[in-house]
């Protein structure tokens, strides 16, 4: 009797570990645990045994009871945590999504500036960051004694290399290696000795040209307010305000209504209602005839932006320094 409770104690364990589903293991509970059970039926069976072997039977027989009672637990609890459990991983599980990149703001107004630009027929080009004085002012028409030649505001390299104070030298760099007509717009990064709250070293400018026997000022004036009405909206008013760069003749900044305050007057355009976003003018003759072009022959308008203010007007971002400290939480908003 004790070897057959053995036997039979160890064919339940064996066939509970086996079971594949919950089905099984209550066919098994009932065929070992039940009324008519094979356990049961031994325990049954203890009267059959001389008296003095019986308590020492029915506590085993008892015993092993328990224990396929525990398999039965133990077994339901392996097959409702899945196959990962005991097979391994789980290949079926999701898995953990890789972050997604996304184009810095910078990045994202530069090319907004650049589609608009492209759509108008203008080519993309891109020029030096580091750049000979010739490039950065003496072809531009910027005397030796121009402010910003200053080590004040240029980084130097040596006495005649700099890092490019703004992307103008793709003017020449362009009308040197071409025959007008052309159009161009290059986006690049520009450098300057200034940091502030409104200032980094480093920044983005896009510098547009168009060159040929008939450009004029209407033309910058059209190109312009397109741009201007394609980037910001076709309700916002702009302004073509008087001013001087070296290289234009004659020169003008264009400003459009605040779009923070839609005219009003605010913080962001000192009460004034009106946001700088560009320079422009008629390229100057002297810079025709330092690249190898007849002024008589053909006209142009230029003009450069700051791509980090474009960006801070069309999203409200009130500090340049947020672009460059790569903190996620400013970043992922974009
Ligand atoms: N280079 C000028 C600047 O950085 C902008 C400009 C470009 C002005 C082209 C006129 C024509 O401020």
């Known amino acids: 009797m004790f070897a057959k409770l053995q036997e039979t104690l160890e064919d339940a364990l064996a066939q509970v570990a086996e079971a594949a589903d919950a089905e099984t293991l209550s066919r098994l509970r009932s065929r070992f645990l039940g009324r008519k059970g094979r356990l049961t039926s031994l325990l049954r069976q203890t009267g059959q045994l001389p008296a003095d072997q019986r308590p020492a039977f029915g506590q085993a027989a008892n015993q092993a009871k328990q224990q396929v009672e525990a398999a039965l637990a133990q077994a339901k609890e392996r097959l409702a945590a899945g196959p990962a459990a005991d097979q391994g991983p789980d290949v079926t599980l999701p898995g953990i999504r890789p972050r997604r990149g996304r184009l810095h703001p910078v990045t994202q107004a530069m090319r907004l500036v650049l589609d608009v630009f492209t759509r108008l027929g203008f080519d993309v080009v891109q020029t030096p960051e580091v750049e000979t004085d010739w490039y950065c ?198």
């Open 137 to 334: 002012f003496e072809a531009l028409n910027l005397p030796p004694d121009h402010p910003a030649r200053d080590m004040q505001d240029t980084f130097y390299i040596n006495d005649n290399v700099v890092l490019r104070t703004h992307t103008s030298p793709a003017q020449i760099r362009v009308m040197e290696a071409n025959q007008p007509p052309l159009r161009i717009v290059c986006p690049g990064k520009a450098f300057r000795r200034d940091s502030d709250v409104t200032h980094t070293p480093m920044f983005h400018q896009v510098e547009g040209l168009m060159v040929g026997a008939d450009i004029a000022f209407a033309d910058l004036k059209g190109i312009l307010t397109t741009f201007v009405h394609q980037v910001f909206g076709d309700d916002v008013p702009l302004r073509f305000r008087p001013s001087f760069f070296p290289f234009t003749e004659p020169s003008a900044e264009v400003d459009i209504g605040c779009v923070v305050c839609r005219g009003q007057g605010c913080r962001v355009c000192g009460q004034t209602g009106w946001l700088e976003i560009l320079g422009s003018g008629m390229v100057d003759p002297n810079v025709f005839i330092n690249v190898g072009y007849d002024p008589d022959e053909v006209t142009g308008f230029a003009f450069g932006m700051g791509v980090e203010r474009i960006a801070m007007l069309l999203w409200g971002i009130d500090d340049l320094r947020l672009f460059f400290q790569n903190d996620l939480r400013f970043l992922r908003q974009f």
